[in-house]
């Protein structure tokens, strides 16, 4: 059997070399995966993140390997602050060249047990933070023909009993990534959504069922195939980032191991 090359091992590792790339989610999981794959590929990598401490992790992980990482704590939720953080990265740098929006949560429920607050908060991290940031960064990427990786979920493709909020959020991912990717079609900038399916980080450790649900509906969220690691995402979002996929474009690239296939 062929080991699969991991985020490290990659024969072709200099693709984001003078490039900058923003990303946010940049303390935990996919979204640190990938800081350390776009830093290890020579990408001046600026994380965003509200969790200080995870981001100091991924600081210390990308420094090790000689690569260059600038930590951001944000809560994304904020206009404001989306657009602080993109002129700041913009100011650092001098330019922009990817923007991808990784940061995400998730909660299962029954429709009837969602409060307002756990509502609007779903919506604020989930798609408020990857539209205010891409209105911001817009006119960098247009500058340098960058391009805007969303991290929507199978969630996004297919109904799922118990996460309606979260399936909400993720439809709304989705065609904001394929309607941006219209408005912008007669320009080089690239604008394309991966939607993952399970992948092994705290997103899925902390995922609390309620006690009562019927687990006959929820078996075909999960795929027979088991769960992706962190870095397999990463190698994805890289590769839709990068000049290899310059044919894609307004795309949902799905990496779910067949859960919406089938
Ligand atoms: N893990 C999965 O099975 C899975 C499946 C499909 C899609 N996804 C999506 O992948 C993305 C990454 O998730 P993950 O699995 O790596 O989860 P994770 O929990 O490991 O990472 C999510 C990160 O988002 C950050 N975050 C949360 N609220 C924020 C805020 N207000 N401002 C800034 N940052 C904030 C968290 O601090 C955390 O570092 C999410 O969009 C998620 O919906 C994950």
């Excluded at 509200?50 to 420094?63: E, M, S, V």
């Excluded at 690239?190 to 899925?204: E, H, K, Q, Y």
Aim: glycine share 10%; with cysteine.
């Amino acid at each position: 059997m062929t080991a699969t090359p991991g985020a490290q091992e990659r024969p072709n590792s200099s693709r984001f070399v003078d490039k900058t790339v923003v990303l946010t989610g940049a303390a935990s999981g996919i979204g640190r995966a990938s800081a350390v794959l776009f830093a290890g590929e020579g990408a001046k990598v600026v994380g965003l993140d509200i969790d200080a401490d995870g981001l100091a992790q991924t600081g210390n992980t990308i420094a090790a390997g000689g690569g260059e990482f600038t930590a951001l704590t944000v809560d994304i939720t904020s206009r404001d602050a989306c657009h602080a953080a993109i002129a700041e990265a913009a100011k650092m740098y001098g330019s922009v060249d990817v923007l991808a929006n990784i940061a995400g949560i998730a909660r299962s429920e029954h429709i009837v047990d969602v409060t307002e607050e756990q509502w609007r908060l779903m919506f604020g991290v989930n798609v408020d933070g990857m539209f205010w940031l891409s209105q911001a960064a817009i006119p960098h990427l247009l500058e340098s023909s960058g391009n805007i990786v969303n991290i929507a979920s199978n969630a996004g493709l297919m109904g799922q009993a118990y996460t309606v909020n979260y399936c909400a959020t993720k439809g709304a991912v989705i065609n904001l990534t394929k309607a941006m990717a219209m408005e912008f079609v007669k320009t080089s900038l690239r604008i394309n959504a991966v939607a993952p399916g399970g992948t092994d980080t705290s997103l899925v450790a902390n995922f609390a069922i309620p006690p009562d649900v019927d687990f006959e509906l929820m078996g075909r969220y999960t795929s027979a195939r088991g769960f992706s690691q962190p870095e397999d995402l990463a190698n994805v979002i890289a590769f839709v980032a990068s000049d290899d996929a310059r044919a894609i474009h307004g795309a949902i690239v799905s990496a779910d191991n067949g859960i919406t296939s089938g």
